[in-house]
């Protein structure tokens, strides 16, 4: 199983990012065109995660994590243990990284607009485990966690930066999450998740698929990225009763 404290700060401080940003490595390296496109003087650091992604039943992926310029996020500057307590206790920290699970901490103090992906992991959440909005508590009940990590608007970045962050990361990243439920979004992830997971996976099985991984069973269930637009978002409109009622008791069993 991977390292779970060293797999934090490796992908926050992710040397391919730093090499292309220093020009040791040449822009047509995968990763150049995503890690280009911040040209402030801090550079927001690769996310590996958000929540306890050791602890957690429900992990949800996507496909790179956005960019708020404007928020207080770790930068190259900040030391080990705050980055840290900001990516593992984001929602829950006492420094006030995140309001209500929704209203990110901006660097002048204020807060950002509602995050929508955030709004919907917290809807899926409380599909699954059958509790009201108030009663879930993000970075507890779930966590966060992207193929590329790197930060981009609109997925900037992400098709040409893909293959190569996932072949590094996810493999450890779902080597070490506690969570029985990989809730999945979009298209661009689910390639790599399948792909990842090739050899356990049933690639018959659309929406839904029971996977062994380091000899844990979990179950992955395909959604559309909460951002399509014209699909149904949740569970029941995508599995169905029988679906939703065979996730809730694989998430519930002891």
């Known amino acids: 199983m991977t390292d779970f404290s060293g797999l934090l700060p490796e992908i926050a401080s992710c040397p391919i990012a730093a090499a292309i940003r220093s020009g040791e490595i040449a822009h047509s390296h995968p990763c150049s065109k995503i890690v280009s496109l911040q040209t402030g003087q801090?550079?927001?650091?690769?996310?590996?995660?958000?929540?306890?992604?050791?602890?957690a039943p429900i992990l949800f992926i996507s496909s790179n994590p956005s960019i708020d310029s404007l928020e207080e996020y770790?930068?190259?500057?900040?030391?080990?243990?705050?980055?840290?307590?900001?990516?593992?206790?984001?929602?829950?920290?006492?420094?006030?990284?995140v309001k209500d699970g929704l209203y990110a901490l901006r660097l002048d103090g204020s807060r950002s607009k509602c995050v929508?992906?955030?709004a919907s992991a917290r809807a899926r959440t409380c599909e699954i485990l059958?509790?009201?909005?108030?009663?879930?508590?993000?970075?507890?009940?779930?966590?966060?966690?992207?193929?590329?990590?790197?930060?981009?608007?609109?997925?900037?970045?992400?098709?040409?930066?893909?293959?190569?962050?996932?072949?590094?990361?996810?493999?450890?990243?779902?080597?070490?999450?506690?969570?029985?439920?990989?809730?999945?979004?979009?298209?661009?992830?689910e390639a790599e998740v399948r792909e990842c997971l090739a050899s356990v996976i049933e690639p018959q099985l659309e929406k839904q698929n029971?996977?062994?991984?380091?000899?844990?069973?979990?179950?992955?269930?395909f959604l559309p990225h909460p951002n399509e637009r014209g699909s149904n978002k949740s569970?029941?409109?995508?599995?169905?009763?029988?679906?939703?009622?065979?996730?809730?008791?694989?998430v519930a069993a002891k």
């Not at 500057?77 to 984001?90: I, Q, S």
């Not at 029971?210 to 269930?221: H, P, S, Y």
């Not at 569970?235 to 009622?245: A, H, K, P, Q, Y």
């Open 210 to 221: 029971l996977v062994k991984v380091d000899n844990r069973e979990k179950l992955i269930a």
């Open 74 to 97: 770790p930068n190259e500057f900040w030391d080990a243990d705050r980055v840290a307590d900001f990516f593992l206790n984001r929602f829950t920290s006492s420094a006030g990284w």
């Open 116 to 118: 929508r992906f955030w």
């Open 130 to 189: 059958m509790k009201d909005k108030t009663a879930i508590v993000p970075g507890i009940d779930f966590a966060l966690t992207e193929v590329v990590h790197c930060k981009s608007r609109g997925e900037e970045g992400v098709v040409d930066a893909l293959r190569f962050c996932s072949k590094r990361y996810l493999e450890r990243i779902l080597s070490i999450t506690a969570a029985k439920l990989l809730v999945v979004h979009g298209k661009k992830a």
């Open 42 to 55: 801090f550079f927001q650091v690769p996310e590996p995660w958000s929540g306890r992604i050791d602890t």
């Open 235 to 250: 569970l029941i409109e995508n599995m169905g009763s029988d679906g939703l009622e065979f996730i809730r008791a694989f």
